[in-house]
């Protein structure tokens, strides 16, 4: 039976288990029996919208290992570009210790954004990456390989009132604006009434006086 049939199952691990048992075992060549749990993928070949697809399991969450590639070389930057964005870090990276030895440093995390278009010039969205490394002090003779978690963040009350201030604003503004363009077309058309029947009164009137006069004669 896979894991995910198993009934009441969630993945729902600690950052600690993550990079000390889950991410270590990877990297010793021990993590096949958990190949079921999390898949190795290289993300930066699809969109984030797409990996929960191509996740072995999660709800809201998905886990991945991820080879690292690099722009230059063996100590160059990563290379986070996908084919329609790109992954932005945000901050620096935050240590993750042991909860009951606080000095044993376990690994860092990398908080990641993804980023429609091309830099400097993208547009940002609510899909978020967290990645999991082992750290360079490490005594294991690690590959370049990662796990990350990606999911999206969630959006706030605050922010969704905001939205729908602003598409209700823009909404009441079109209505406005359709009205004015009403009103000014049918003051337009009033007044061209008004110059067409002033324009009938005077050839009338030229009719009426040329009349009187032809009577006069």
Known sequence: MEFDQLPGFRFHPTE??????????????????????????????????????LAKIGEREWYFFVPRERKHGHGGRPNRTTANGYWKATGSDRPIRCLTDPKRLLGLRK??????????????????????????TCSIPKEDIVLCKIYRKATSLKVLEERAATEELARASHLTSSFTMAEEEEDALSFYDQQMNFGNFMYLQGIGDQEVEEKKW
């Not at 000390?20 to 079921?36: E, H, I, P, R, T």
């Not at 278009?117 to 750290?135: C, F, H, I, Q």
Request: glycine content about 6%; aromatic content about 16%; charged content about 25%.
């Open 16 to 53: 600690e288990e993550l990079l000390d048992f889950y991410l270590k075992k990877m990297v010793l060549g021990k993590q096949l029996q958990y190949s079921d749990i999390i898949a190795f993928l290289d993300i930066y070949h699809h969109e984030p919208w797409d990996l929960p697809g």
């Open 111 to 136: 908080t990641l954004v993804f980023y429609t278009g091309r830099a400097p010039r993208g547009s940002k969205t609510d899909w978020v990456m967290n990645e999991y490394r082992l750290p360079s």
